[in-house]
């Protein structure tokens, strides 16, 4: 089975291959697009790479080596890839199980994580496991960055005040007002003035690099007040060009103990990719293939834990970003890709004033904006049920931290897909009280007595089966009249299993020991065949329509 879908994703990979029919008009598009996109990329991922715990320059290595290993790889034409703030985030919680920020193993922990992450990616991409995505809603989605980005906000605010402090997430909100006396005043100004200037670009020059404006002014601002006169802590020397490829090491057992987070990157990376990908693909009627990006994820992964990066992941906003300035295809990536390597062999010496302040300032802003307000909103007035899904999910990954969290919403992402899958929607088309005006008017009646028909919105298995017996048997028990025939409209019945066909066999003997002829009517093929497996056409009825059921079963007493 790995073979045939190994070989599958092989296949579409050439089917995709962007290169083989590139047009030379899109390369002047693709050039201004990738540039763009480096502009972009380069403040983002310094700041990243603080998040992550290890020297800014890391930020810049992930987006080189792995840029152009996903170009050739992946079937999506426009996804952008690189540092992300969600899988940052994800990296230095998953990091911290086997090494502390700053110890000096910490580097190969991150490392060996990148590469474990490309192996899990590598093993979903051969199975075919690019649906997975589908099985986290866009309400824990939008409740999962959303806590990220309050992690990342608090997680940054004490630097963006000139001193650090090393309580957990839960209690560095709490550290930061105790702190106050620490305050470096001119860094937190530089600070704020960096997220500001973030913050309203990104709201009224939308396609301006807003990043690179804000470290460039907050910078210049630095310099020339003398940072060191003032006690603002910079960057300092960044090493020129790209580091030697390198194994990260670590024992076994470590290895072991970094899978849970390896799993918890690799789900967040294709629930936050696949969307994009598929959406931007949509936009300009272009194939697709989510497996075959998650080969290219996975060989990107590994390429960046084997150049010194940590993990890669989609970034929507430089995506539409490239999309905006006319980019065509993977050719933005190589572009970014080659531009960034030369910022690190030629300008590295510019990262030498880049107050610290200001690259959290910058993480804190990017933290403002995955907190989708806007779409919170919507979901909390259009589907309650799921803004409290959404909700758990911030709070639990904001406050409690990002690899506990991400499994709290997933998992009250399930139960509340059970909730619903156990309690579906339902309604009683017509009883002795009432009649719904379609069914009315298919039977050409105004009344009918002595009959139910009751739809099922979903299917009739083990986890729902017992709810689905208890209400006919409510509705039988709570007629008006005595009913003689219980119409099941089953349009929406796609599946009975095993368990289902037991309780069904038993509520129909039990029915029909009332003398009430039972039907189910609008019954699909496969769920016809199942029926008949089960062996279930001595204890009901099947037929094709509702007006069938009436005209074989139906009571006297119908007024038109």
Excluded at 435 to 450: F, K, M, N, Q, W
Excluded at 545 to 555: C, T
Aim: aromatic share 8%.
């Amino acid at each position: 089975m790995a073979n045939n879908g190994a070989l599958r994703t092989l296949g579409r990979f050439w089917a995709h291959y962007w290169l083989r029919n590139y047009q030379k008009a899109w390369l002047r598009p693709d050039v201004i697009a990738g540039v763009t996109v480096a502009a972009i990329a380069v403040p983002e991922s310094l700041g990243y790479a603080v998040i992550v715990g290890l020297p800014p320059e890391t930020g810049l290595y992930c987006a080189v080596l792995p840029a152009i290993v996903f170009a050739f790889l992946s079937s999506t034409r426009r996804l952008v890839v690189g540092a992300d703030s969600a899988t940052a985030a994800l990296v230095a919680a998953g990091a911290s199980t086997i090494a502390v920020q700053g110890a000096s193993n910490h580097a190969q922990a991150v490392g060996a994580l990148g590469l474990l992450t490309g192996l899990v990616l590598l093993a979903m991409s051969l199975a075919r496991l690019g649906f997975l995505a589908n099985l986290i809603s866009r309400p824990v989605l939008v409740g999962m960055l959303g806590g990220i980005g309050v992690s990342l906000m608090i997680s940054k605010t004490s630097v963006m005040l000139g001193y650090t402090t090393t309580e957990p997430t839960s209690r560095r909100l709490i550290a930061t007002f105790t702190h106050l006396s620490e305050i470096n005043w001119w860094t937190a100004a530089m600070s704020t003035l960096a997220v500001v200037l973030m913050l309203s670009l990104s709201r009224f020059v939308p396609r301006a690099p807003a990043a690179l404006i804000a470290m460039v002014v907050a910078t210049g601002i630095t310099t020339a007040i003398g940072a060191a006169d003032h006690g603002i802590a910079v960057v300092g020397a960044v090493p020129a060009g790209l580091p030697p490829l390198s194994l990260p090491l670590v024992s076994l057992r470590e290895f072991t103990l970094l899978i849970p987070a390896a799993l918890v990157i690799s789900l967040v990376i294709l629930a936050q990719s696949a969307p994009v990908a598929k959406s931007f693909a949509r936009d300009h009627r272009e194939e697709h293939d989510e497996n075959l990006d998650l080969l290219g994820f996975s060989f990107a992964n590994a390429a960046s834990a084997l150049s010194g990066g940590f993990a890669v992941n989609g970034s929507p906003p430089r995506t539409a970003a490239a999309d905006e300035a006319g980019g065509n295809t993977q050719m933005v990536n190589l572009v970014m890709a080659a531009t960034i390597a030369v910022v690190l062999f030629a300008f590295t010496g510019l990262f030498d004033y880049i107050p610290e302040g200001v690259l959290a300032g910058i993480v804190f802003a990017v933290g403002v904006g995955l907190i989708r307000t806007a779409e919170l909103k919507q979901i909390f007035e259009q589907r309650r049920s799921e803004f409290t899904v959404a909700l758990i999910a911030l709070l639990t990954v904001g406050f409690i931290g990002v690899e506990v969290g991400v499994f709290v919403a997933i998992g009250v992402s399930l139960i509340d897909r059970l909730r619903r899958q156990y309690r579906p929607v339902d309604e009683v088309l017509l009883d002795g009280e009432h009649i719904d005006p379609i069914v009315a008017d298919r039977l050409g009646v105004t009344s009918v007595e002595g009959a139910i028909v009751y739809r099922f919105g979903g299917p009739i298995v083990f986890e729902n089966a017992d709810y689905f017996a208890e209400r006919v048997r409510t509705l039988l028990k709570q007629a008006v009249d005595e009913v003689s025939l219980f119409v099941v409209d089953c349009r929406a019945v796609d599946d009975i299993d095993f368990t289902a066909s037991e309780v069904l066999e038993e509520l129909c003997d039990e029915v029909r020991s009332h003398g009430v002829h039972f039907v189910l009517t609008e019954v699909s093929p496969e769920v016809h065949k199942l029926l008949a497996n089960y062996d279930l056409s001595s204890h009901l009825h099947v037929t094709a329509d509702i007006e069938l059921a009436f005209a074989q079963f139906g009571p006297g007493g119908t007024q038109h």
